[in-house]
């Protein structure tokens, strides 16, 4: 039997490989090969197999945890690192995990919003946090601190929301701004809790008694105004809050919040957001720029202004997103969420498309009716992506190479090229090729078989 470190203590069925040795080396140790999972009874596993040939050193023994070995496991990518058969939401959620009986071993209640390349765990302390610093094969024992947490989600409120921030540990000083700005180790020094009582997103961080800083943390707070306090919809009601700066040609700093249908199949904007994130916010369009209702591009941002994918209203997660308002040009405001939903339906990749109504504020003062800006449809950004336009990417033809690949090309205002958007010369040749065999094959005697241009 085997005794396997760190393994925590509970009923069998943790799924660990056996080790089996398989071969005669006698000048080095005997060569290895991962066997059946047996069953675990607390600390101890049974691992069998015969050993044909000692060799002169004692083997190496990797034990791999999980469902199937890790010598045959599919999950293991083309480095040799083993990954898990599911995703967890960036945006936080619970997660446990579990015997082979069902029985909770450890548990994870809603974790945190997560940033890439920042892991999350647990460190030396048992304390739960994010590490900065990778330290794979030790223990997750670094010296940087843990972000502030937030007593109070992001939220409207009427009134005024008291706010408490807490660090990972006493000797910890939070600094805190609320202006939107990054925080540093000379913002404000947090002594107690936050009365908010106007529209404010509350950014902090964490100094450690050793000068380090943490990841940055931040939450939302939204004023409603009497006109809108109660206000409801039997659609998904979206809050875009800028904090006083205008929305131009050019990316902006917003803060996006999602309110959906509650038991009673109603939105109230009183009520809690399924989705909020930090996010930056442009018009889009040309003509369409100069309509009383713009249109909209969005990038859903985290702390440090990276992309930030997030699954909306059903949608599969993604940073980028376009907020369709159809008004003139669209008198029945559905013709292009109609389609793209009559091609999904036929098996056709079209952007996906969910309806919703939108208010935008943008004075800085508390959300009214008069930041009611209608019907919207959140849409997809065509892009590729295996939940998108699904085309593998582009190879860059780099040192004479053969260009493999797909993309995508648009004809319309600005540069053709959408992905890759900054092509190199060998990439231009291979896609400008491509568009014009198709324009010969179109202009060609067959044009009306399919097969003379795909």
Known sequence: SINPSGVANGPKGYGISGIRLIENVPSGPPAVENSAATDILAFEAEVSGEIT??????????????????????????????????????????????????????????????????????????????????????????????????????????????????????????????????????????????????TTMVRAISVGANG??????????????????????????????????????????????????????????????????????RIRGSSSSGFAKKQYRVEFRDENDEDRKLATLGMPAEADWIFYGPSQFDRVLISNPLMYDLSNQIGRYAVRTRWVEMYLNSNGGELNQSDYVGVYAIMEVIE????????????????????????????????????????????????DGAIEDLEDAAAGPNFTDPRAWL
């Open 53 to 198: 040939g000692t060799g002169g050193e004692v083997p190496n023994v990797t034990l791999y945890y999980g469902s199937s070995d890790g010598g045959t496991n599919p999950a293991l990518d083309e480095n040799g690192y083993l990954h898990t058969s599911f995703r967890l939401s960036d945006s936080g959620e619970d997660l446990a995990l579990t015997d082979a009986d069902g029985v909770i071993v450890f548990a994870y209640d809603d974790f945190p919003v997560q940033s890439e390349d920042i892991s999350y765990g647990i460190d030396a302390a048992s304390v739960e946090r994010t590490f900065a610093v990778p330290t794979p094969g030790f223990d997750n024992a670094n010296d940087t601190p843990r972000e502030p947490l937030f007593s109070v989600d992001s939220s409207t409120f009427t009134g005024s929301v008291v706010v408490e921030l807490t660090s990972g540990f006493v000797t910890d000083t939070i600094r805190y701004t609320l202006n939107e700005t990054v925080p540093t180790a000379n913002s404000p020094v947090y002594t107690g809790p936050l009365t908010i009582s106007n």
């Open 212 to 281: 380090k800083l943490s990841t940055i943390s931040s939450e939302s707070y939204t004023e409603l105004g009497a006109t809108v306090a109660n206000q409801t919809s039997d659609l998904p009601i979206v809050v875009v809050e800028t904090f006083g700066d205008g929305i131009g040609s050019g990316f902006g700093d917003t803060f996006i919040g999602i309110i959906e249908p509650g038991a009673d199949n109603r939105s109230h904007l009183d009520s809690a957001y399924s989705l909020q994130t930090r996010a930056a916010m």
């Open 384 to 431: 590729r992506g295996e939940d998108r336009v699904d085309v593998e990417e582009l190879s860059t033809g780099a040192g004479g190479q053969p260009v493999e690949g797909g993309f995508i090309w648009k004809n319309d205002r600005g540069s053709p090229y959408v992905d890759p958007e900054n092509v190199t010369a060998a990439q231009r040749a291979f896609i």
